[in-house]
């Protein structure tokens, strides 16, 4: 962490859920003061105690002392009037449902009370900047700046109006909250990380809703073979079943995508409609808290790993390549974003320079074999990996 930036002093944080009451905390021990607000005096009055219980973790992981927590939470207010959240406040960061109207009505609201100095930001995961943008005057002051529960990364993309300052504030914001920055080169639906996240978990889904993997197989094989805490199951119980489901289902892409997405949401929809969420709800694809792969014994069986890793590693990469082919960021940052938010110590696009060219081209076509990717995804990703520098 670094002092706070001259251009803040106050953070407005709208919506009091754990991405509020988290980003509010760590804003906070930046020595920030910070405003939480939500329409729910329910959820508000949870934020103190829920606080508390997120800084026990903050100091556990080394973010801060115990002796900084106090003066943060007492930098944190919360209120259920937006005038007086608005008021005073130099950075907005909304964290409200990911339903385009809601946030759209957000902003709208927070443009009109604030002061014409304010920045706005959504902390959307699946919608566009320029989605949103359109509701508000300002939008010259209005980006993206996306967190990852539990990791330093901050996405940070601007929309059609948004000028260069603005960024640059947003990126010296994220440095001094000890974070790390990944300005995108243009907006990209999921961003880097979780557009290769929903690649790991898209393929993990198909390949067990067809039956050709198990749970354990595929979250052992990823587990052993990127030294990963983790598996794709696991992750998809971390992140919410119900949350999934509901982002396949509003996603926009091609249709073979699109095709694949239909295919596994059967299978997810059925588990929501059960009450099967995930780790919030104590089922999922794992049952929780005393679950089977935080064990000792669950890597022990290395039978088809290797087999099972190289499609869901292939699938990972190939959609990096694809990501950086679009022009969304380099792939240096493709690189930096991954492994920052999956505390790993290798990238994609060091995997495709281990691999090589023909190596490369071989694990694609066994994707497409596989029907996990389609030929034409194939031969543009083979075509921007032929002219990488060696």
């Known amino acids: 962490m670094t002092a706070p930036i001259e251009e803040v002093g106050t953070v407005c944080y709208i919506g009091a859920g754990t991405m509020g009451c988290v980003n509010s905390l760590v804003a906070a021990v930046s020595g920030y003061d910070v405003v939480l607000y ?25 973010y801060c002392t115990a002796e900084a927590v106090p003066d943060a939470l007492a930098r944190v207010r919360t209120t259920s009037d937006p005038a007086d959240a608005a008021a005073g406040a130099d950075l907005v960061s909304e964290s409200v449902v990911e339903q385009v109207g809601i946030k759209r009505d957000a902003h709208a609201l927070f443009d009109r009370l604030c002061g014409p100095s304010t920045i ?23 980006a ?8 330093p990364l901050y996405d940070i993309v601007g929309g059609p109006r948004t000028t260069p300052e603005t960024i640059d504030v947003l990126r010296r914001f994220v440095l001094s909250l000890g974070g790390v920055p990944l300005v995108l080169r243009r907006e990209y639906r999921g961003y ?15 390949l067990i809703a067809r039956g050709d993997a198990t749970v354990p197989l595929v979250d052992r094989s990823w587990m052993l073979h990127r030294s990963a805490p983790i598996g794709p199951f696991g992750l998809l119980d971390l992140f919410g079943l119900d949350v999934v489901a509901d982002n396949m289902r509003n996603a926009t892409d091609s249709a073979d995508q699109a095709a694949r ?7 997810l929809t059925d588990m929501v409609e059960a009450g099967n969420l995930g780790m919030k709800t104590g089922s999922g694809f794992y049952e929780y808290p005393d679950t089977a792969y935080g064990r000792p014994d669950f890597l022990e069986d290395q039978t088809g790993t290797e087999a099972m890793h190289r499609l869901l590693v292939g699938a990972v990469i190939h959609r990096a390549v694809v990501i950086a082919a679009d022009g969304v960021a380099e792939p ?19 995997v495709v320079r281990e691999l090589g060219p023909d190596e490369f081209g071989e694990m694609s076509r066994e994707l497409v074999a596989s029907d996990l990717i389609s030929e034409t995804e194939a031969h543009r990703a083979q075509d921007y990996v032929n002219r990488l520098p060696r």
Not at 144 to 151: C, E, I, K, V, W
């Open 38 to 62: 939500d329409l729910s005096e329910e959820t508000l009055s949870m934020v103190a105690e829920r606080q508390r219980g997120f800084a026990e973790h903050m100091v556990a992981i080394g």
């Open 120 to 142: 706005l930001t959504t902390n959307t995961s699946s919608l566009l900047v320029s989605e949103i943008e359109g509701a508000v005057e300002r939008g010259g002051r209005f």
């Open 144 to 151: 993206a700046l996306h967190s990852h529960l539990g990791s």
């Open 192 to 206: 880097v990380v979780n557009g290769l996240i929903g690649a790991l978990t898209r393929t993990a889904l198909q």
């Open 261 to 267: 997405r239909s295919s596994v949401l059967p299978l």
């Open 332 to 350: 240096e940052d493709v690189d930096r974003a991954w492994q920052a938010a999956m505390g790993l110590d290798s990238g994609p696009f060091d």
